[in-house]
């Protein structure tokens, strides 16, 4: 077995060898025949030069990225995909070091620049999809203005777009192409162009939240370019608005006024995190795998074996997105756009935080999880989407109507239709079990007993993991005859339990609350 670093094979040594042996024969046939005509000399170092070429060429397949990553046990884009964000580190210290306090239009053409080198080399001359989508954004906000018709249009195009994209380059599997970092694009575009419609209103009709966002300037092509390929997010995110990017640009992010960001430690924090995630994912997902859910021998165990077994998997399969939102999340910290003020005299670097770390491993909570997982993305929805939805007037159509966003924005597959209306369903029912916790009083003393707390915790957290997993299955594994497959195994579980809970816990709550409980609340 070849180590990642090994030297190339004994295949190569012999084209080597052959190769010096054809050159020596040359030279000392060239010695014992002065008469030779120049003609038949060029044409002996010609095809010298031919047979070192080919002789290269080998060598460079054989330290190809390609067979790299079959050493590693990945696939050639998933290794490509992890160069790239950290790729992201070099180019922020080059960034910090020369670009920090110059001009604006250098930033720009410097993020645009190593953006587009990080796609090419990803995705080939299928960049031309975001580059596309990029320049009709401009021509949008510019022809159009700050105008409802230019927010629904961008809305429109934006997303069917991507929705094409999907369409026509979906597998069964889970691929890394073009439309993955064309999904982050997506957001960043529409959010672009309702920013800018914001930006043209009066100041008090909008709230504090979208005064900070709104745009009151006219972006220039180069800075929607900067902003759309801005190395530490273009792959994988976090999202984050325009005006926080020119600020950015403008060198006003830093916790030190006149000089670069003292960002270095927050950043190597981050990314030591990313790394420790990166190497227990390493470790374990040759074990855990989302395969083996499909396999006769999982059929084949327990029904509480299965169940353990998608609770684990549940957990872990998540590294891997928190990997990548570490990592990158450092790299916007090195250059400054990680900066979120003051707190206490202290400088606060999560404005590009995708992951709140000790909530998302101790939360025993569902929305506890939603809450620290992918925390800009899920932002981005709320401040665009469910609460400019207000207009309904009704908080569960709102929060429906933005899930049901989320899946089509993931993916055209039923696994993710199905994840998010498991979401949507967990949530309302685990609502309704805190409220009637909260609220019957025999539960509530039973809650506060210190000694049964640990044991309580335990339960929940069971409980938790084993419904996120059951979740994360249609997530994964995307298509219909596979999760369903997953899911007769454990008896559809999760939809049995929650579906009941929905309509029992009305009757338990009507049951256990005291009239005058109810009462006090109505007051």
Not at 2 to 8: H, K, N
Not at 69 to 94: D, K, V
Not at 98 to 125: E, R
């Amino acid at each position: 077995m070849r180590t990642p670093w090994a030297v190339p094979g004994p295949e190569l040594g012999v084209k080597l060898q052959r190769f010096a042996h054809i050159r020596g024969a040359r030279s000392w046939g060239s010695l014992g025949a002065p008469a030779v005509k120049m003609a038949s000399a060029a044409e002996g170092d010609v095809g010298s030069a031919v047979e070192l070429v080919g002789v290269l060429r080998s060598a460079f397949q054989e330290l190809s990225l390609n067979k790299l990553a079959t050493s590693l046990g990945a696939s050639e884009q998933a290794l490509r995909l992890i160069i790239s964000i950290f790729l992201g580190y070099p180019f922020a210290l080059f960034y910090r070091h020369y670009l920090f306090y110059k001009d604006s239009y250098l930033i720009h053409l410097f993020h645009t620049f190593t953006g587009l080198s990080i796609a090419y080399f990803n995705f080939g001359t299928q960049l031309y999809h975001s580059l596309l989508c990029v320049v009709l954004q401009f021509l949008i906000l510019r022809l159009m203005g700050r105008t409802i018709t230019a927010v629904l249009t961008t809305f429109c195009f934006q997303m069917a777009y991507l929705l094409a994209g999907y369409y026509y380059t979906a597998t069964g599997n889970y691929d890394i192409k073009w439309t993955m970092p064309h999904c982050v694009l997506t957001l960043k575009l529409i959010g672009l162009a309702v920013d800018y419609f914001d930006g043209g209103k009066v100041q008090n009709s909008l709230s504090s939240e979208q005064q900070k966002y709104a745009i009151r300037g006219v972006p220039s092509l180069l800075e929607v370019a900067g902003f759309s390929y801005f190395y530490g997010a273009f792959l994988v995110g976090p999202q984050f608005s325009m005006n926080h990017y020119m600020k950015l640009v403008q060198g006003q992010l830093t916790d030190i006024p006149g000089k670069i960001p003292n960002s270095t430690l927050p950043a190597l924090k981050r990314l030591s995190l990313g790394l420790v995630y990166l190497v227990v994912y390493t470790l374990l997902s040759p074990h855990i795998t989302e395969d083996y859910l499909l396999t006769e021998d999982y059929e084949n165990h327990a029904f509480w074996f299965r169940c353990m077994y998608v609770l684990v998997w549940g957990k872990f399969v998540l590294y891997k997105y928190v990997t990548c939102w570490l990592v990158t999340e450092g790299v916007c910290i090195l250059t400054g756009l990680g900066f979120n003020g003051f707190e206490g005299g202290k400088a606060k670097w999560d404005a590009c935080a995708n992951m709140k770390v000790w909530l998302f491993e101790t939360t025993p909570r569902f929305t506890g999880t939603i809450a620290s997982f992918n925390i800009n993305t899920n932002a981005w929805v709320s401040r665009y989407l469910y609460k400019r939805l207000k207009f309904l007037g009704n908080k569960e159509l709102s929060q429906g109507l933005s899930l049901l966003f989320l899946a089509l924005w993931h993916g055209l597959h039923s696994g993710y239709l199905v994840c998010f209306q498991m979401e949507f369903l967990i949530v309302i029912v685990e609502r309704q079990a805190a409220r009637l916790i909260r609220e019957s009083p025999a539960l509530s003393n039973l809650a506060s007993i210190r000694v049964l707390q640990p044991f309580f915790y335990l339960v929940q957290q069971t409980i938790h993991w084993l419904f996120m997993g059951y979740s994360m299955t249609a997530f994964c594994l995307f298509t219909w005859d596979k999760w369903l497959k997953v899911y007769k195994s454990i008896y559809f579980l999760g939809h049995v339990v929650f579906l009941s809970l929905l309509f029992i816990l009305p009757y338990i709550h009507k049951a256990m609350v005291p009239r005058k409980e109810k009462l006090k609340k109505t007051e």
